[in-house]
């Protein structure tokens, strides 16, 4: 018989040399596969995932000169190259020299990564074309133009180069990469 002439009692019948016990409930066997199965998707994904590092042993092992964003508790960041790090300071030198964090005050290290400079730069001149037409607009309303077609246009542009200035100087800086330490 072939398979397109089964008739659905036929093909629907339990193959005798199934491991079922009666009424369809799965064996010892079958239960012992189900929870293997189970265990291998949890150690999967938590390899896939592991858990946040948080011990300050790991902010120990970071090599100097690599890129960091020290998120303090009380008084912003701190962006700069790893120095080092002892059990009660982390030592970041920043533009405006090393600067040395107590570890109560630390919040969150980071490592840094570089901004992608032409999305700064796109957005700021989109901002800024926005405010450049937003101050056209304000001009024309409170000094219209008789006859001259340059006067909303000085701001319109203005507003796009400072924009593009904006930009460029924001896609220069540094933004969160992998979380390396985070107080409890």
Not at 10 to 20: G, L, M, V
Not at 59 to 65: L, Q
Request: proline residues 4%; without cysteine; glycine residues 12%.
């Amino acid at each position: 018989m072939t398979l397109d002439k089964l008739s659905y009692r036929e093909f629907s019948r339990p193959d005798p040399d199934q491991n079922i016990g009666s009424k369809g409930a799965p064996t010892g066997q079958n239960k012992l596969m189900k929870h293997l199965l189970s265990f291998l998707l949890i150690a999967t994904f938590v390899s896939v995932f592991p858990a946040q590092i948080s011990t300050w042993t790991s902010v120990k092992t970071i090599d100097a000169g690599t890129d960091v964003i020290v998120i303090r508790k009380s008084s912003g960041r701190v962006v700069g190259l790893f120095v080092s790090a002892t059990d009660d300071t982390v030592t970041v030198n920043s533009r405006v020299g090393p600067v040395v964090v107590d570890k109560d005050n630390v919040k969150k290290i980071f490592n840094a990564v570089a901004r992608d400079r032409k999305k700064g730069v796109r957005r700021g001149a989109l901002f800024g074309l926005a405010l450049g037409l937003l101050a056209a607009g304000v001009v024309e309303g409170v000094e219209p133009s008789e006859g001259q077609q340059t006067n909303g246009l000085v701001p319109f542009l203005l507003g796009g180069a400072v924009g593009l200035w904006a930009g460029d100087r924001h896609g220069k800086g540094k933004t969160k990469g992998a979380l390396i330490y985070s107080a409890n």
